[in-house]
């Protein structure tokens, strides 16, 4: 029966609607108070944008997690620490000489590789048994690789130059690190390439029919399986983006490098809608901002309620509006 | 000549449920072929045995090659075009989209095919851009067939295409998928459950009664035959 219910598209059909009214309403509203407090405080406007750079990473894990499981229908909870491996290749790659952007790029070279290596050899063997036993290999992956990278690197604290350097503009009063203006800028990048590939050519065309309608995309001669790996050799890609762009702001690097990303992530992905690439995107910059913002001025909120208080919001998105911000209701049609 | 399409005694299952029973069956290039039956009677499956989408034993040859072991990708590549039930379009996509999807395995430029589909489907123009869910079920069938199209296929596998269409609809479907069949050659198996307007738009039929094929013969002939006209034409 197994076979069965692969080869007929069980899945709910969807609504098409897209974006309620409420929800732009709030954005743009959101979008207003910000821009006004920027206007009117010099630390509210450095904290959005610190937010802002927070966010852009938050979102580019969330992107990876809803490439995923737009693709494979779970959530990868090895998301994070692959991007914290591929952290790691970035350091030794510098350590044998490379420059900085030099590792970068092969890094994300590397880290497609193995994430398609990761959906080939682990996740499709269970892919079609069941969604449970996907997870738990997902979670095996998040130990296996731990361990690993504890095992080579050792869980010493290592240091890694600074890809934009610790340079601070002055614009009008405000103090803005290049730091937080080079991760905004290189997650820009990444979403738009991204963007265009799904949007533009015929591999994303492929691989988005292979997301939404696998029975139908194999009648049309889409080899979905290659689409499928593909998916996660992209998704560990936009991790390594993110786990790069977040090592600076720790200013060290350790294996629990991504382990709270994650969590904002997971919260991000959440708030956005967990199937909308758009959605996780301005789901984590709105997280950025918003954790920024809360600790700056409701002073009970300390560094350490930061994580309770994005898994908080995590909690409330799914009790009060499941689908998050961009997510469509699943309506089964009979 | 060989035949384009040539099934022997094809068996197929769903795990431990038996579909097929095998099945024999020839579809000559440049016909219309049709396959008739009651519910549960194979009809599909049959055409799932062709593309691939299920698991299937017994000869399958097309073009006198052995279509074997072959998954559904290999079968569309090798220029089986199959519009399931239920249609498989991308709801989610856009009309243009969809299209693409049809051309997907080609690499030379969409524009040529584009225009031939536009001669038997002209309004798809304007709906290029338009999400195909929002289409209404009859234009969501011309959509399926349109991209089927795309595909350049030797042989189409039309899968209940009257299914949830009004008559006038179902005419209209047929009345197209008879002029291609006429004016560009297209070799059609279609299966339905109307016998009606399948025999008329068939040369050839074959009536499936639990996973074996019960009768077969030119569709004029099949027109007359006494169990035919009580079981499926109903007078």
């Known amino acids: 029966m197994v076979e069965l219910a692969r080869r007929i598209d069980l899945r709910p059909h969807r609504t098409y609607a897209g974006v309620s009214l409420p929800v732009i309403l709030g954005l743009f509203a959101a979008c207003v108070f910000l821009a006004g407090g920027c206007l009117s405080s010099g630390i509210f406007a450095q904290q959005t944008v610190a937010g802002l750079a927070q966010g852009a990473v938050y979102a580019s894990l969330a992107l990876a997690l809803v490439l995923i499981y737009r693709a494979t229908e779970v959530i990868n909870f090895a998301q994070g620490e692959m991007a914290m491996a591929s952290v790691y290749i970035a350091y030794q790659l510098i350590q044998w000489g490379f420059s900085y952007w030099e590792a970068f790029v092969v890094t994300l070279a590397v880290a497609f590789v193995l994430g398609v290596v990761i959906q080939v050899a682990v996740i499709r063997p269970v892919q079609h048994t069941s969604v449970i036993a996907v997870v738990i290999v997902t979670v095996g992956l998040f130990i296996l690789i731990d361990g690993l990278v504890n095992w080579k690197w050792g869980g010493a604290i290592r240091f890694m130059p600074a890809p934009f350097g610790q340079k601070v503009y002055h614009a009008g009063g405000v103090a803005f690190a290049r730091q937080d203006l080079g991760t905004m800028a290189v997650t820009v990048v990444s979403v738009v390439l991204l963007w265009f590939l799904f949007q533009f050519t015929k591999l994303g065309l492929g691989m988005r029919a292979a997301a939404l309608r696998p029975a139908a995309a194999t009648l049309v001669g889409v080899r979905v399986e290659v689409m499928l790996a593909i998916g996660w050799g992209l998704a560990a890609v936009l991790g390594a983006v993110a786990g790069l762009m977040a090592e600076p702001a720790q200013f060290v690097l350790q294996p629990t490098l991504m382990q709270s990303v994650l969590l904002y992530a997971f919260a991000a992905a959440v708030l956005g809608g967990l199937e909308s690439p758009a959605g996780a995107v301005v789901g984590g910059l709105a997280l950025g901002v918003f954790l920024n913002l809360v600790g700056q001025y409701v002073h009970f909120i300390t560094s350490e309620l930061r994580q309770p208080f994005a898994f908080a919001v995590l909690l409330a998105v799914l009790l009060v509006k499941p689908t998050g911000l961009f997510g469509r209701s699943r309506v089964r049609k009979v | ?235």
């Open chain 2, 1 to 235: 000549m060989a035949p384009l399409l040539e099934l022997h005694g094809v068996t197929a299952r769903y795990g431990q449920v038996h579909a097929l029973h095998g099945v024999s069956l020839t579809v000559d290039e440049g016909q219309v072929v049709a396959v008739l039956g009651a519910n549960g009677a194979g009809k599909t499956t049959t055409l799932r045995a062709v593309s691939g989408t299920v698991r299937r034993d017994g000869e399958i040859r097309f073009d006198g090659r052995p279509l074997g072991r072959h998954g559904p990708e290999t079968v569309a590549r090798l220029g089986i075009a199959h519009v399931p039930e239920g249609r498989g379009t991308f709801a989610e996509l856009t009309v243009w989209d969809n299209l693409r999807l049809g051309g997907y395995t080609r690499r030379t430029s969409l524009k040529d095919d584009f225009a031939r589909v536009l001669e038997y489907f002209p309004w798809l123009e304007e709906r290029r851009s338009q999400q195909a869910g929002t289409l209404s079920g009859g234009e969501q069938q011309m959509l399926a067939l349109a991209r089927a199209f795309m595909q350049r296929p030797r042989l189409l596998l039309l899968d209940e295409p009257s299914l949830g269409l009004a008559p006038l609809l179902v005419t209209e479907v047929f009345r197209i998928v008879k002029e291609l069949n006429e004016t560009t050659g297209l070799t059609v198996l279609v299966v339905e459950q109307n016998a009606h307007i399948a025999l008329q738009a068939a040369q050839t039929a074959y009536v499936l009664e639990v996973g074996r094929v019960a009768l077969s013969g030119p569709s004029a002939e099949l027109r007359e035959h006494e169990s035919v006209r009580r079981s499926y034409l109903g007078y």
